[in-house]
């Protein structure tokens, strides 16, 4: 999931955003609220109040497991993975990579956003799926990245859309803090492998 398409829900999105003060001892749970109010599947339309820090990755719906993407574009770069892999900080196996601002052809790099991200596989069948099950080998992510951070037992950046609760506040922020493809990638379609081995970048850290 991207930002645009949180953004057509951020009312729907804000009221799952309980107060950073709110425990669970409460006299009541807020309910949860559905991210896509036409969506004909109730099950997965819930996002739960705090769920990112309230339940593990493998209790997450699919609509909370998507709505931890924030939409950086980083992980749709070509980059080179070394085979070897080596411990970080936390003891988790981390790879070493290089990211280059060559991107895939499905990305629009003026948004920074998939064109067509609900049937990218359709179009680019070797496009992976993050899941709960692959994560573990997958990092390689950028080290904002929400999903590595969680399973490494780390908060969201603060500039996360899910604790900003406002789109423009959150991409403001992530400019500043230099994370993003939008407006600084470039299309894979027509670009040979020496020629992309020319633009590694070192503005996506793993």
Not at 96 to 107: A, F, I, K, R, S
């Amino acid at each position: 999931m991207t930002l645009n398409l949180l953004n057509q829900s951020e009312s729907q999105l804000a009221s799952a955003l309980d107060s950073k003060t709110t425990t669970d001892s409460d006299s009541a749970t807020p309910s949860a609220v559905r991210l896509f109010p036409h969506s004909q599947n109730d099950a997965n339309d819930l996002l739960r109040p705090q769920f990112w820090s309230r339940f593990s990755l493998s209790e997450l719906n699919h609509s909370e497991w998507e709505a931890l993407c924030d939409g950086c574009g980083s992980c749709c770069l070509i980059k080179y993975i070394d085979d070897d892999n080596v411990s970080d900080d936390n003891n988790h196996e981390a790879e070493m990579v290089e990211y280059t601002d060559v991107t895939c052809q499905l990305m629009d790099c003026a948004t920074g956003y998939c064109k067509h991200y609900a049937t990218r596989q359709e179009h680019v069948p070797d496009c992976i799926q993050l899941t709960m099950e692959n994560l573990p080998q997958m990092m390689w992510l950028p080290s904002h990245c929400a999903y590595k951070r969680l399973y490494k037992g780390q908060d969201l950046p603060s500039w996360h859309l899910l604790l900003t609760g406002d789109a423009v506040a959150t991409q403001q922020q992530m400019r500043a803090a230099n994370v993003g493809v939008a407006g600084r990638c470039i299309s894979e379609i027509g670009m040979t492998d020496e020629e992309m081995e020319e633009r590694v970048v070192n503005w996506v850290q793993p």
